[in-house]
């Protein structure tokens, strides 16, 4: 049950198996034990970038009838190679960070860009957001735990400890507490549709997730009506 205080939790590697089928999502995070939401992140540059992502999730893991039951549960799904959207001379972004919600069948992959009114080099949701500082003994403890020791002083481990990078800058934009919360709660919906198969029509409900502009205006709907202002 998902209320307004809950439990969170993560893991890497978590094993979704049912049978001799099973994957393994980079990140998984838990609120009360729940496995919601789960993170692949990938190396910049990764071979196919992310449309090689994409290909993977709507042609395997989606259509796998053996994955149905982790794909249902779990209501956010994000995907980054961590370099900022390029869509290498076409017009939708190939490179960056992007999610989805559960498909049976295809899911869009959608970009997140973090609203910024002022124009800040920054958005201030991400300047100003309250992170804590880095425990060097909890690091050096989960370092070890993966067995991942020798990165620690490598520049690309340095270079993502950075609050400002693509995949830190969704991961708090849709994961922070109450983010997560408010788009698990408002931001899923079932959308009946309809097609001709044979001459007949058959519905069928489809899995959506706000886009962030939705999600943005939805946020100052909430903060006007909490203000006192007009509903209608």
């Not at 910049?44 to 009838?65: Q, V, Y």
């Not at 198969?197 to 006007?224: C, N, P, W």
Request: charge should be neutral; include cysteine; proline fraction near 4%.
């Amino acid at each position: 049950m998902i209320t307004w205080n809950n439990t969170f939790h993560f893991t890497a590697e978590f094993t979704c198996k049912n049978g001799q089928d099973e994957f393994r999502p980079d990140i998984t995070l838990f609120v009360n034990g729940l496995p919601l939401c789960f993170v692949e992140v990938k190396k910049p540059n990764n071979h196919g970038g992310m449309l090689a992502e994409s290909a993977r999730m709507n042609k395997e893991r989606f259509p796998n009838k053996k994955f149905r039951c982790f794909i249902n549960i779990t209501q956010l799904m994000i995907f980054s190679n961590n370099m900022e959207y390029d869509a290498l001379g076409g017009i939708v972004p190939i490179q960056g960070a992007f999610y989805c919600t559960g498909a049976r069948s295809y899911a869009p992959f959608n970009c997140f860009r973090e609203e910024n009114l002022s124009g800040q080099k920054i958005a201030s949701f991400h300047c100003d957001y309250p992170y804590k500082e880095i425990d060097k003994t909890v690091e050096k403890q989960i370092l070890s735990d993966y067995n991942c020791q020798v990165i620690h002083t490598s520049p690309e481990y340095q270079t993502n400890l950075d609050f400002n990078t693509p995949t830190n800058r969704i991961l708090t934009s849709m994961c922070s507490p109450e983010r997560l919360l408010y788009i698990i709660r408002y931001g899923i919906a079932y959308v009946r549709m309809e097609r001709e198969v044979d001459g007949k029509i058959e519905s069928t409900d489809q899995k959506h997730i706000m886009r962030y502009q939705q999600l943005f205006a939805s946020l100052a709907i909430r903060q006007k009506l909490a203000e006192g202002g007009n509903r209608a």
